[in-house]
């Protein structure tokens, strides 16, 4: 079987109107359309960052974005936003993939709205709106929740209820809110509630939609593309060191998620093997985590070094990731690609293609978590 760990859904305008109504107008996102390509303003701010330090894809969002294009080059995504349930499931076919776990785009999982309740209600409105428009093909169209950490109350509740009631396969949350990390104390009660769900928390970065202090060093595309994610993750991985997490919350499986590879693992790795030797020999070493299914990490499906890192990490801990319907997604030849990587046995590829998403997410199938 092979799962897609991490596809991705275009949030449509009338989301906001359809799921919202109960925000003042003034508080809701609204559209930006510039030359064919979409913006959005949440929160007084334009998201992605247009120009300036801290840029984000200049494409905008959406499929009228530049990413659409490159894609259409190649036949065309038949679906952006999930109104074409079929036309995805085709397009999944296509490469052989039996799950699509769907990530919406990043507008939604944003630290930089400052308004809690706004926030809240974006979240809610997404998880009910997905929920609705996968109904259809549950079986194979999963789900991840949005929740809000500016409220760790509410994302607490959203979190328990879109498991519970909507069927969500774990959450997916920034990797640090402003100057807070992800061991800061006033998430624990989310962390809490993830632990007695045994959820899967999904790690997901954006470029150029909310203040990230290494992305935010460089006035261009190519450099605050380059930083941006890769770094907030390692930064982020610490923190879970750092406040003993993997300790406190055993249940919990943490991935991170659209890195640009995962060649970045094994150094990252040993470094925090080094430093948690010597704050405590006692403690458990990040790569003993890494190896016992706690941390996951998702590859490209081109990444040609993949063999380098299987070597030195294992093949249990990193999973297959189209990034359907991306423009810089390699669908339809994602699998192909993959299968294609140098020095990676049958059985590595099998665990990357599906079964370490399975022990990931623990919720694929109907008998829930695994």
């Known amino acids: 079987m092979i799962i897609d760990a991490d596809a991705h859904v275009t949030v449509p305008e009338q989301f906001f109107v359809e799921r919202l109504s109960s925000l003042p107008v003034d508080h809701r996102p609204r559209p930006i359309h510039l030359e064919g390509r979409e913006f959005w303003i949440i929160d007084g701010r334009l998201a992605p960052k247009l120009g300036g330090y801290g840029q984000g894809t200049p494409g905008g969002f959406g499929p009228g974005g530049a990413g659409a294009l490159s894609l259409s080059n190649r036949g065309g995504a038949h679906d952006y936003y999930v109104d074409n349930v079929p036309g995805r499931l085709a397009d999944m076919d296509l490469e052989e993939v039996e799950l699509q776990v769907l990530y919406p785009d990043l507008i939604l999982v944003n630290p930089g709205i400052e308004n809690p309740d706004v926030a809240s209600a974006i979240s809610r409105g997404w998880n009910d709106h997905l929920a609705d428009r996968c109904a259809s093909a549950s079986d194979r169209l999963k789900r991840v929740a949005v929740v809000a950490l500016q409220d760790p109350t509410e994302a607490t509740r959203e979190l328990r209820r879109s498991v519970e009631e909507l069927g969500c396969v774990g959450a997916v949350i920034p990797p640090l809110l402003g100057n807070k990390l992800l061991n800061h104390r006033d998430f624990e009660p989310f962390f809490e509630e993830a632990n007695r769900l045994s959820a899967a928390i999904a790690i997901h970065g954006v470029t150029g939609v909310y203040d990230m202090p290494w992305q935010d060093l460089f006035d261009s595309w190519f450099g605050s593309r380059t930083v941006a994610v890769p770094i907030s993750y390692m930064v982020s991985m610490v923190s879970l060191f750092d406040g003993h997490m993997l300790e406190r919350y055993p249940n919990v499986r943490f991935g991170f998620f659209e890195a640009g590879g995962c060649g970045w693992v094994p150094y990252w790795t040993e470094r925090l093997d080094e430093q948690i030797a010597r704050r405590n020999s006692q403690d458990v070493l990040a790569s003993d985590y890494v190896r016992h299914g706690r941390l996951f990490f998702s590859c490209e499906p081109d990444e040609q070094n993949l063999a380098q890192v299987v070597e030195a990490v294992g093949d249990q801990c990193i999973m297959y990731a189209s990034d359907y319907p991306h423009g810089d997604s390699k669908w339809p030849e994602t699998v192909s690609s993959f299968r294609s990587i140098p020095g ?18 623990g919720r694929l199938t109907n008998g829930g978590p695994s």
């Open 344 to 361: 990676l046995s049958h059985e590595s590829q099998e665990r990357i293609l599906g079964t370490n998403a399975m022990r990931y997410y």
